[in-house]
């Protein structure tokens, strides 16, 4: 079974600029995650989605942070503009489960944005 | 506001040693409590997970133990070996939100 999948591995951007993270999940997962990790740090949570509805996207910073899921496979996350305390390690998940509780997230190996 | 807090930040065991990972929670709704396993350059992946109507999961060299009353709960690595050095996360979710703590990272010298 393939995992999920993320691309790019690795961006360098100025700050200002923008970039945009893709992430294709396992296949028949209906909630993707996107979470961030800055260096040293947990994952956070930016958003989930169930199908391609939003379920949690409380600690998005919607001012220039934004994610879709169309169709309710793919999912991209969009930065626009970078700032310098962006740079971090962009974490995509995604689960078989539809409720209840979390139960595994399966993530992919990361996109490493690092902004100048 | 850090719902799950994570101890210690670093740890070094000999091989063969105990590595002991802590967590404590805040939030009496959580019903799910994993450990993730990240090795560099790689995402995280679940090692062993436990619910709250059970003290204690062992699976293999891992074990966690969990109590509920003073809503903490541990990891317990036996044997540990080099191949186990890399960041221990616990975390904890209620309805569908996964929280994690700030991680652990185990070194086992050889």
């Known amino acids: 079974e393939a995992g999920v999948a993320q691309s790019p591995r690795y961006k360098i951007i100025e700050k200002r600029q923008s970039v945009a993270f893709w992430c294709n999940p396992i296949?028949?997962?209906?909630?993707l995650y996107w979470y961030q990790q800055i260096l040293g740090q947990g994952p956070k949570l930016l958003i989930q989605?169930?199908?391609?509805?939003?379920?949690?996207d409380s600690q998005l910073p919607k001012d220039r942070f934004s994610a879709e899921r169309l169709k309710g496979v793919d999912s991209t996350l969009k930065i626009q503009p970078a700032k310098l305390e962006d740079s971090a390690v962009y974490l995509c998940?995604?689960?078989?489960?539809?409720?209840?509780?979390?139960?595994?997230?399966?993530f992919g190996e990361g996109s490493r944005l690092t902004v100048l | 506001q850090q719902q799950v807090k994570q101890s210690p930040q670093s740890l070094i065991v000999q091989k063969g040693g105990i590595s002991i990972i802590n967590c404590a929670y805040e939030?009496?709704?959580?019903?799910?409590f994993p450990w993730y396993q990240q090795f560099p350059g790689k995402g995280p992946a679940l090692l062993i997970a436990?619910?709250?109507?059970?003290s204690e999961k062992k699976e293999g060299r891992f074990t966690i133990s969990f109590n509920k009353s003073a809503k903490q709960f541990s990891l317990h690595i036996m044997d540990s070996q080099p191949g186990d050095s890399a960041t221990y996360f616990c975390?904890?979710?209620?309805?569908?939100?996964?929280?994690f703590g700030k991680g652990t990272m185990l070194l086992v010298s050889p």
């Open positions: 989605f169930q199908n391609n509805g939003v379920v949690d």
């Open positions: 296949s028949g997962h209906a909630t």
């Open positions: 436990i619910r709250p109507d059970v």
């Open positions: 998940a995604s689960s078989p489960r539809t409720g209840g509780s979390t139960g595994e997230l399966f």
């Open positions: 975390a904890a979710s209620g309805y569908s939100t996964l929280t």
């Open positions: 939030n009496t709704a959580f019903d799910y």
